[in-house]
């Protein structure tokens, strides 16, 4: 039976090529579909026949599974309950987008996405205790992601060892009729493969170089939380290295283990960029083993703001001059504490710093629930 191709304009009207094309995948069909990296061509994990034709096409070995393409970043935790903080990180920061993730998983049979499919499904969507990620972005291919109601497993829409098509016409002109719908939306985005990572305890292993190159994947890595105040000079710098001994003991080192997973826990001010942290504060610090005396006051920079993946601001006066730096961060910025403002001790006696670091602390173990590391 020919290949039934559906040309798709992708800023108009396509819900109907949708449905058909939901409708082929439900029925066992091969769909080739566009991404922002190149065509893939998918099919349901769930139905052995067609993961069957999936396998003879692609050259595969029966073991060996394919990644799964998901509509919503937040489909992740379906395949991997337990995702390390590194993961969370990437997905956050690169999905929708040209990036495949591979992820360990203790017990495949027992992913919230096994619930009610066959047992064939496992080695279709799991290798190894692993699984691997990619949620596109591209309206058309998460539309059809969403459509399907299955979960998706697809590779590059071409045969074994031959290069990946970067169009429509590339799909047909490789794989002819041995598939059974084309979603033709043109050219893709990058007209190149997406990048893959693989994460570990410990960090990550760059597994192919794509869309995304090293040193973006670098940056992705990192976490960085910010805490801002006025002067940089108490508040702030409390709550930083107060909350650098936290999350080292969660991990189970000492400061030092928090690079190594990629973690920057940084401080500015305002009105910062003069001098460094006050008498009081080192000393008040001093006593739950943190040292401020090599502390330099930074001025608050939309650079900085920019870079933060989370931001905690002592004040509601504090939040609303960082929204004036750089309003699109609101979804990143809260108030350390819920109910209210962190008083500045500056001029006050040793006593009320130590009133104030209670009170920082006593937001920090809440905050730090919220960060992944």
């Known amino acids: 039976m020919p290949t039934q191709v559906i040309r798709v304009d992708p800023s108009g009207a396509y819900a109907e090529a949708i449905r058909e094309a939901g409708r082929a995948l439900k029925n066992g069909g091969l769909i080739a579909f566009p991404t922002e990296t190149v065509y893939g061509l998918g099919a349901r994990a769930d139905d052995p026949k067609a993961m069957e034709r999936l396998r003879r096409l692609k050259g595969r070995e029966s073991r060996r599974a394919f990644t799964v393409h998901i509509a919503d970043s937040q489909e992740a935790r379906r395949y991997a309950n337990n995702m390390p903080g590194l993961a969370e990180r990437f997905i956050r920061k690169a999905w929708p987008g040209p990036l495949t993730i591979i992820v360990g998983v203790a017990d495949p049979a027992s992913a919230p996405v096994m619930a009610g499919l066959n047992g064939s499904a496992v080695g279709a969507i799991f290798f190894e205790n692993t699984v691997g990620l990619r949620c596109p972005d591209d309206a058309i291919a998460r539309e059809l992601l969403k459509a399907a109601d299955a979960p998706i497993v697809a590779a590059s829409a071409n045969e074994a060892g031959h290069l990946p098509p970067l169009s429509g016409d590339d799909v047909v002109r490789e794989l002819g009729d041995k598939f059974d719908l084309l979603l033709d939306a043109g050219p893709t985005k990058y007209a190149k493969p997406s990048t893959i990572v693989r994460v570990r305890e410990d960090g990550y292993e760059l597994i192919r170089e794509g869309v995304l190159d090293a040193g973006i994947i670098e940056r992705l890595s990192v976490l960085r939380i910010l805490f801002v105040c006025t002067g940089n000079t108490c508040r702030s710098p409390m709550a930083a290295g107060m909350a650098r001994k936290m999350l080292a003991e969660r991990v189970g080192g000492d400061v030092s283990a928090l690079a190594k997973r990629g973690v920057i826990v940084a401080s500015a001010g305002t009105s910062g960029g003069i001098g460094g942290a006050s008498p009081h504060a080192i000393a008040v610090m001093g ?47 809260r108030l350390l504490l819920e109910d209210g403002d962190v008083r500045d001790p500056m001029g006050a006696s040793e006593d009320e710093y130590e009133r104030c670091a209670q009170t920082i602390e006593r937001g920090l173990k809440v905050r730090l629930q919220e960060v992944a590391i």
């Open 287 to 333: 006593r739950r083993g943190v040292d401020l005396c090599g502390h330099a006051s930074t001025a608050l920079t939309p650079e900085i703001v920019r870079q933060a993946d989370y931001i905690y601001a002592m004040t509601r006066a504090h939040r609303e001059v960082i929204l004036s730096l750089v309003s699109s961060v609101e979804g990143r910025v």
